[in-house]
């Protein structure tokens, strides 16, 4: 089984409105990385947050992280039509090298 | 910099038959992976390298071969195509273990 869980598998909401989506794993991690995957796309980063770390901004982006319940949540605020895409979440387990990643969650902006 | 490349973009094979995909990344990573990604799914890794001449395996190797004699070049071989490889494989590199990966655009595979 994967070791990152993504919640919801999709999320619609209108222009302008704020996108939340959860990522859950299940073993210790050293960082937990976002993505973002346009239609036909390559993945792209877009933030890495360590398991020290609580939480990170980047742009319109914030992302936290809680080592006790095993999960993160990536918000984006203000979202615009562009935003369309799958986000997936991965992590590095602890003393690990590889970078597992979640189902992702597809998310539609409408104009 | 173009990045990390990945040639080609799609490609039709017929069980049985063989194929290299390359990937090419010009940012001097020593670190680089190759994925496959299924519909609906995350991606998951099948072999990855740690630095010229060097190769491991992933999650998912089985049916699968790589190379990388070259710093900047990692091959993905298939030698017995099964439909059950019909998938998007995605090449990555990384400049220090477990960080940040840059990924290609993708490659296409339909077996029939």
């Known amino acids: 089984s994967q070791q990152g869980e993504e919640d919801p598998q999709a999320l619609s909401i209108q222009e302008g409105e704020n996108a939340t989506m959860n990522c859950s794993y299940k073993t210790s991690i050293n960082n937990l990385q976002w993505y973002r995957q346009n239609s036909g796309r390559g993945l792209v980063h877009l933030i890495l947050i360590r398991s020290n770390e609580r939480e990170k901004h980047s742009g319109r982006l914030r992302v936290t992280l809680d080592t006790s319940k095993k999960s993160s949540s990536l918000l984006i605020t203000a979202s615009r039509a562009a935003d369309t895409a799958s986000y997936f979440c991965a992590m590095i387990k602890a003393a690990g090298n590889k970078l597992t990643f979640g189902g992702g969650t597809r998310v539609l902006v409408k104009p | 910099n173009a990045g990390v490349t990945q040639t080609p973009k799609f490609r039709v094979l017929k069980t049985g038959q063989s194929m290299t995909l390359l990937c090419a990344q010009d940012?001097?990573?020593?670190?680089m992976y190759w994925y496959r990604q299924d519909p609906g799914m995350g991606l998951r890794l099948i072999h990855y390298?740690?630095?010229?001449?060097?190769?491991a395996k992933g999650e998912v190797p089985d049916g699968y071969n790589v190379s990388r004699l070259k710093k900047q070049n990692f091959l993905l071989g298939l030698e017995s195509a099964a439909p059950s490889q019909t998938s998007v494989y995605f090449c990555?590199?990384?400049?220090?273990?477990?960080?940040?990966?840059?990924f290609g655009p993708g490659t296409r595979l339909l077996v029939l």
């Open positions: 990555a590199s990384s400049y220090v273990r477990g960080e940040t990966q840059y």
């Open positions: 940012m001097n990573h020593e670190y």
């Open positions: 390298s740690v630095g010229e001449g060097t190769t």
